[in-house]
């Protein structure tokens, strides 16, 4: 059996989490709910701005890594952050819910900080996040174990890391190396600006890697460059192995081996919806690793972002293995 | 009229909010309910043990402060952090709640760092307290504004700010140049075992300066070393002008000109205790400088101690107006 169960790869941060209403969206020029990147001085700039915050780790491969292992999953995950207060924070919470993490420390004198975001949430529930990478940005493949590749029955990367100068090369070598050790690769495609920016990266590392890809209608939209979710969804299971897509109420559709079928969603309110799609990731993932099926996995994933949708956050804070339990998706 | 409503003066710290439960308190030397001051090495110890955190600026004094500023009273806060990250982040939250907070940051190589406070929740809601003080320990005199103290209308002190070497003469210059220029002293004792450490001194500063004191029954048992709550809180208000003494779910009792009244505490789920005192003394404070009498005081004490209860962190998250409105504490 191999050390872990799956082994993330993606930009380590924490959220600074706010709320705000439209207005102040439009006033300082944020695009509702999707992420985009600002330099330093603009972080600084909209931290200025917005209200009281709480501060709560995050980075999205981080947020589905974290669940894996709050569901009993063994987990690693690589991504970078400074020896600043900000990047033991984001240590602390990742190893504190059992996942290791060995990705060496930006020094102290490194002119970047610890990635942050600055989530934005409105009382409709939606985020809009506002990234500043930092140190996280340089995660080189120097940073890539191969020996802890060659350990993942899963790895799962991040499409939001394609940003970044030595990114690519990171994936590379975490992709050979797993595969090389009859690992598998999943991919989220993490916003539909992301695909935008990296379209033809994501179509290669689908067409001759990915065994499974994570994500929603509007990614999936954009990656094939269509207005028909039908046409999107049909080539993306033409293209991989397996597919999970999110659909926010509307639940997720999972494809797989010529087949389909609907995960439902769970009804809740919403009151952040940041994590959604990283919890969904996750509990789909163990669920796989578990052994069951797909849509027991995408049942599971329906109910774990239901949770991390209901507070403020993207890691869970309630039990999802009694939630698990109490909507009949475990054998009891 | 002056400048301020309230200057709040106190330890300026950022909590570290995690949930365990009674047996891992018992585990780790954690005494119940109380606060206890750790050193750096301690502090880090217990850290490397709790699971994921939550950081949410905090500061006992500051709470008070920021839940003043909510409510639209003229504020500020006297504090040391240092120019590090968890610095910017209690000064932005304090800052973006609409209080003042100029002192001074020791700077980025002051050997501490900002002071944090490990609040372990256990699932009846209470919270057991481990402070590092950090550089919050070292507020000396040179930090008050003289002439912002005789700009306040209130100086609200932290006894929690009594432990650290130059507190004691911090806080009686900020009395002289308050009193000098007909302002009034507010105390709050904190915590039991802070007047432990420094009853006498306690007693002094009632003796001399204070006119409204800030307690729980805890706290005032502690300081007339007896047993007997009625025969403590006759003994306080016949040392100071008007007392406010909490007593968690009955409610809070005010005793001036001769007279007392009691307000009844508001029926709440407790989530997380951090910060129902504080919230309570802001609420009372900001009630007074708007001419309530003191029950209605007291019973905004008790609206706002309540809100504070029903979530994680020290810091109000409703509108507390709102709330007092709906309570018929405003007028209409």
Redesign the interface.
């Known amino acids: 059996m191999k050390t872990y169960d799956v082994v993330g790869i993606g930009n380590a941060m924490v959220d600074v989490l706010a709320h705000c209403d439209d207005a102040f969206l439009a006033r300082n020029g944020v695009d509702k709910g999707i992420m985009q990147l600002t330099d330093r001085a603009r972080g600084v700039e909209l931290?200025?701005r917005?209200?009281?915050?709480?501060?709560?780790?995050g980075g999205s491969a981080a947020n589905t890594i974290?669940g894996i292992a709050h569901l009993g999953g063994r987990t690693a995950y690589v991504g970078k952050v400074k020896d600043?207060?900000?990047g033991a924070?984001f240590a602390?919470?990742l190893r504190?819910?059992g996942a290791s993490y060995q990705t060496a420390l930006a020094p102290a004198d490194h002119p970047d900080?610890?990635g942050r975001c600055i989530v934005l949430v409105t009382p409709d529930g939606e985020r809009s996040m506002n990234t500043y990478l930092g140190v996280t940005e340089h995660l080189s493949p120097a940073d890539i174990d191969e020996a802890q590749m060659a350990q993942a029955e899963w790895i799962y990367l991040e499409g939001y890391r394609f940003d970044g100068p030595e990114s690519h090369e990171a994936f590379a070598r975490a992709i050979a190396a797993a595969k090389g050790a009859g690992g598998r690769v999943a991919l989220t495609l993490s916003d539909p600006f992301c695909v935008e920016r990296h379209r033809d990266a994501f179509r290669r590392m689908i067409a001759d890697h990915v065994d499974l890809l994570f994500c929603n209608r509007a990614e999936v939209l954009s990656m094939y460059r269509t207005d028909d979710f039908e046409t999107a969804l049909g080539r993306a299971g033409g293209d991989v192995a397996m597919v999970a897509c999110t659909d926010s109420e509307n639940g997720a559709h999972v494809l797989f081996d010529g087949g389909r079928v609907h995960a439902a969603a769970e009804t809740v309110r919403v009151v952040d919806a940041t994590g959604a799609g990283d919890l969904f990731a996750g509990a789909f993932l163990w669920g796989l690793t578990r052994g069951h099926d797909p849509l027991t996995c995408g049942r599971m994933g329906c109910v774990a972002a239901a949770e991390v949708i209901g507070h403020l956050?993207a890691?869970a804070e309630a039990d999802l293995n009694a939630l698990f339990h109490a909507k009949g998706l475990m054998p009891s």
């Open positions: 931290y200025d917005i209200g009281p915050a709480q501060e709560i780790s974290a600043d207060q900000l924070i602390h919470d504190a819910q900080e610890t956050g890691r």
